[in-house]
């Protein structure tokens, strides 16, 4: 049973950074894919960031909200992957969850088969 629980999110101010995490756990052989993703209300869920694990050289993707502002890292080890979000504003305002996929780079929530319960990030204006 694969098992994703994110932590990190908050209450920041316009401005302001937060570092999500993503830790997995369970049994997942070969390479998989791992991305943030993002719900606001009333909005459908869309697609941060993400990161290829074991193999394809851990490439990082970027959703047009994410890019110049985010950074993906994964720490194989630890089994973790980690969002640093930065200027973030209140339009970042949702729920972020972390999901894995088999699928390399995949960038629709569709091609995702496990996701977390979501942290909430809220940006103060």
């Known amino acids: 049973q694969v098992q994703v629980v994110e932590s990190g999110g908050g209450l920041v101010q316009t401005g302001g950074s937060l570092t999500l995490s993503c830790a997995v756990s369970g049994r997942i052989s070969g390479a998989y894919t791992v991305a943030w993703m993002r719900q606001a209300p009333g909005k459908e869920r869309e697609f941060v960031a993400a990161?290829?694990?074991?193999?394809?050289?851990?490439?990082?993707l970027y959703g047009d909200s994410a890019r110049g502002r985010s950074t993906i890292s994964r720490d194989d080890g630890m089994n973790t992957v980690e969002l640093e979000m930065n200027s973030l504003k209140p339009e970042d305002t949702a729920v972020y969850y972390c999901a894995i996929s088999r699928t390399y780079s995949a960038t629709r929530p569709s091609d995702y088969d496990y996701w977390g319960q979501g942290t909430q990030v809220t940006v103060s204006s």
């Open positions: 990161v290829a694990v074991r193999g394809s050289g851990g490439a990082a």
